[in-house]
């Protein structure tokens, strides 16, 4: 199955808003989820991180200073904007990139004084830059519309999934999210790229950010395995930057084909 809506190929017109349809099917049964699962709460002890070192002053060093290359990496989106001659395609990267230099700022805050508070602003930088990287990756495989609808989606699910952390302490909302979202661009990594797209790869992104989680998951025993060098956290830190990297890289290559709006 496909998401590709090649219009010189489909002339059925039928055919042409499938995937937008499908994606919002997909939309539509995480929403019902959230609103019907099983309650999570954060874990008790989430803001005790494995490393706990301070550097000329700085708290939690190598938490903080790990951010610095989601910064970098959203300067150098920001710099390659004027390559991009399709401003609907310029519009989606400017979203991933400004959504990383949120995350870099917001998570570097969190981790100076770990707490709720400053969490919140880490997970609005990661709310926008999950909706860079699936209004890209959608729109790569199913049209523009299909990606700038994708962004609002993700904008609004974000921000009310952070609500509903914050009224009530259920992060289920959230993890469906981010779960959702790793789930859809397993999927979009098998499907066929649009005329016009930039042929992302898909399949790098996911693997990295796997990766990501897992060291998250073992921040304190990959601190000890490392003789205390570095955490699992800060790793996470690193693998998450690098799994937009193929996105960044693909979006500075010219397109041989227009692009469609679908």
Known sequence: MSLSRNTASSPNPQRKGAGTDLLLGFALVLVILAMFGP???????????ADQRSLFG????????????????????????????????????????????????????YHLQPDDQGLLWDRIGMGV?????LGLAI?????????????????????LALWAWRASGNLLAWVILQGGGMLLL??????????????????????????????????????QLSGELISGHSLKHLLAALAVLPLLLALQRNRDTPTLLG
């Open 39 to 49: 309650r999570i709460d954060q874990a008790v002890h989430y803001h005790a991180l």
């Open 186 to 223: 397993v999927l979009l990594a098998g499907c066929r790229t649009q005329p016009g797209g930039y042929a992302f790869r898909l399949g790098q992104c996911v693997l990295l950010y796997a990766l990501a989680k897992l060291c998250e998951l073992a921040d304190a025993p990959l601190y």
């Open 139 to 159: 729109a790569d495989r199913a049209g523009l519309r299909a990606g700038y609808g994708a962004v609002a989606l993700v904008l609004l699910g974000s921000a």
């Open 58 to 109: 700085l708290a939690h060093a190598l938490d903080v200073l790990s951010n610095l290359p989601f910064v970098l990496l959203g300067l150098l989106g920001l710099g390659n904007l004027r390559r991009i001659e399709q401003p609907l395609w310029s519009g989606l990267a400017a979203t991933l990139a400004i959504g990383l230099l949120l995350t870099g700022l917001g998570s570097a805050w």
């Open 129 to 133: 830059s999950f909706a860079g990287v």
